[in-house]
């Protein structure tokens, strides 16, 4: 079982996610709650969490700040940040830390979900890359680095697919299947060859396209977020403002 650490002063607010997040990973993970800065640091070294669900303003010790000081001595453990603010301050200092994502409230179901489903997928590959590390046999690794060369080569494959296929409903076990990998070892290698983890490297790609749509007056922005994968206008919306700072219309019109 994975373990999960909500962070939130707010108990309405930790009472939505605990339940929405129970609703979808209780039978993969468990999941804890902690009301202030201090007490999740508190609860951090007891349970060594695989995730941190921390909102950035809390009194006392922030979310911040626990995060600076968890990631001292738990740099495995993914962090996401929660704010109802939308200072870029705040997101340069969750890069600082290495934050998985930064999540603006009231976060978007789906949006958490693939967030959390990320984070998990992270600390299973770390678990089998430990099993197998403490199994391997003599001469393994140079194999390893041969085999993982020899993938590096399909780096661009992989590129030209989700340029040809970004508007659908993509995922990693598509992809996985789809290049002949399990979900683990495609995630290990696309982090490897992107920087950046498949779910990033999409979503980046969708606004790009997005931005490019933008441009021309006669689409319509529900049209734009549909043409690049999103059925949700407001979902759409929402991830643009979230990696651009302003909403489609707002982009459209600074480009007038």
């Avoid at 403002?241 to 480009?255: L, N, T």
Wanted: hydrophobic fraction near 40%; proline fraction near 3%.
């Amino acid at each position: 079982m994975y373990k999960i650490i909500i962070a939130d002063d707010e108990i309405i607010e930790r009472t939505v996610l605990d339940r929405k997040l129970r609703q979808n990973f209780q039978d993969r993970c468990t999941i804890r709650q902690a009301s202030n800065g201090r007490e999740v640091i508190a609860l951090a070294r007891e349970e060594m969490p695989d995730l941190l669900i921390l909102d950035i303003e809390m009194p006392g010790v922030s979310g911040l700040e626990a995060a600076e000081e968890i990631r001292r001595w738990n740099k495995p453990c993914s962090i996401i940040f929660l704010t109802a603010f939308q200072e870029f301050d705040y997101a340069r200092k969750a890069v600082s830390v290495h934050a998985l994502e930064y999540l603006l409230k009231p976060c978007d179901d789906q949006e958490l979900i693939l967030s959390v489903e990320e984070a998990i997928r992270i600390a299973r590959e770390r678990e089998e890359y430990v099993s197998y590390k403490a199994e391997e046999a003599p001469g393994v690794p140079e194999q390893i680095q041969e085999e993982d060369a020899l993938h590096s080569s399909r780096a661009d494959a992989v590129r030209n697919y989700i340029e040809l296929h970004y508007a659908e409903d993509l995922s990693i076990g598509i992809m996985a299947e789809h290049f002949g990998y399990s979900e683990v070892y495609f995630c290990k290698l696309f982090k490897q060859h992107f920087g950046e983890s498949f779910v990033s490297f999409l979503t980046h790609y969708r606004i790009r396209e997005a931005q490019r749509l933008l441009e021309d007056e006669a689409v319509n922005v529900k049209d734009v977020g549909r043409t690049v994968g999103y059925a949700d206008s407001n979902y759409f919306t929402k991830v643009f403002r979230r990696i651009m700072g302003m909403s489609p219309s707002e982009y459209r019109a600074s480009r007038l």
